[in-house]
């Protein structure tokens, strides 16, 4: 199958990427990291997420941050919403786009939401039902497709299964997600080519995380099955709560240089998000583990000129 010549860059920084870090982000840097984003090209921000406090502290302040954000026509503002509640507070903050999110995993579904994948599925049903009442775009995420932490290896078939249980909630999207980044390109292309017999291919996304350095690979794996959307972080931030020693989301410059270099058109522009990288790094601290990133940084401050 040829290679897609368009692809979605769904970027997932401002939740993905900032929603694991202890020290309490300002709400005021989150909304300058999204307008950024949104300035830089990116047809979807995924913004926040309407969770519980209690559970992930970080994304306390997600209404503020849906209040304060200057809104881009082109731009879809996601956010995440495990319950009715988190619904109606992303339908107030006037949302685009609501994420459900399960687990190919009953371990992790306990841990990251705490009840079985089928109670996710009955507590979905009435979230997606009031998305679609009130017109808005519907994501399901399904996270541990590749692997989990707790239970290690996942059947394929599990995955299907939940893939088969947000379609029927009507998601216009999916999101096959390696969660802790231990998938490789073989596991990634078994996972797609079953995923595909149950949902339209150019519905579906990769969201892979970078823990075994594995993301790009499965990217283009991915890419030479026909998806055309996957999930990236700027400056490969992030990591997950429940999920002990799994590292960032693939960064997002690293993956606009392999589409730039495959001459897939993304909509975005890799300069301006090297400087975003370099920006949200250095204002909380983190190092910006973006290789693309960092060599372009490194070039653009040697080719500056230098006093004698
Ligand atoms: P629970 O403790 O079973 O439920 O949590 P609860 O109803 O007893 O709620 C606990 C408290 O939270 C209560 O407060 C609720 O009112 C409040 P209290 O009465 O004790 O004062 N609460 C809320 N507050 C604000 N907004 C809400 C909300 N809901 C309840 N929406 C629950 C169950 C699902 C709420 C909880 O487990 C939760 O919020 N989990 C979210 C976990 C999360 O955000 N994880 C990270 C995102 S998923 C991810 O990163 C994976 C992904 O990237 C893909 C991948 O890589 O795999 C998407
Ligand atoms: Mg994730």
Redesign the pocket.
């Known amino acids: 199958m040829a290679i897609p010549q368009k692809v979605k860059i769904v970027e ?1 920084g401002p939740r ?1 990427g900032l ?1 694991n870090e202890k020290e309490q982000v300002p709400t005021a840097l989150k909304i300058e990291l999204v307008n950024r984003l949104s300035a830089a090209g990116f047809p979807n921000v995924e913004t926040t ?8 502290p970080q ?1 306390a302040d997600a209404a503020d941050v849906m209040a304060g954000i200057e809104r881009r026509a082109n731009t879809i503002y996601s956010v ?4 009715l ?2 619904f109606e ?1 992303a339908l107030a903050a006037a949302a685009d786009e609501i ?1 459900i ?1 399960g687990a190919a995993s009953e371990a992790f579904s306990q841990k ?4 079985s994948i089928a109670e996710s599925i009955e507590r979905f049903a009435p979230v997606a039902h009031a998305a679609k009442e009130n017109g808005l775009r519907l994501r399901g ?1 399904v ?2 497709s590749l692997g989990c932490p707790y239970q290690g290896e996942v059947p394929v078939a599990s995955v299907v299964d939940v893939v088969e249980r947000f379609a029927a909630l009507g998601c216009d999207e999916i ?1 096959i ?3 802790i980044g231990v998938g490789t390109p073989k596991r990634t292309k078994e996972v797609f080519a079953a995923v595909t017999q149950v949902f339209p291919r150019e519905r579906l996304s990769g ?1 892979f ?1 970078d823990t075994y350095g594995q993301a790009l690979a499965n990217i283009y794996a991915a890419l030479q099955d026909g998806i055309a959307i996957f999930h990236a972080s700027v400056a490969g931030l992030g990591g ?3 999920a002990k020693g799994a590292t960032g989301n693939v960064a997002t410059e690293d993956v606009l240089y392999l589409m730039d270099g495959l001459g897939i058109e993304t909509g975005v522009d890799l300069a301006q998000v090297v400087g975003i990288g370099d920006f949200i790094s250095t204002s909380i601290g983190r190092p910006n583990v973006s290789r693309a990133g960092k060599a372009l940084l490194a070039k653009a401050r040697s080719d500056q000129p230098r006093c004698a």
Do not use: E
């Open positions: 997932v993905d929603q997420s309407f969770v519980s406090p209690k559970w992930v994304m995440l919403t495990p319950n509640r988190g507070a994420v999110f990251n939401i705490n009840c995420s996270s541990c999101d997600a390696d969660t969201h995380h997950c709560p429940y």
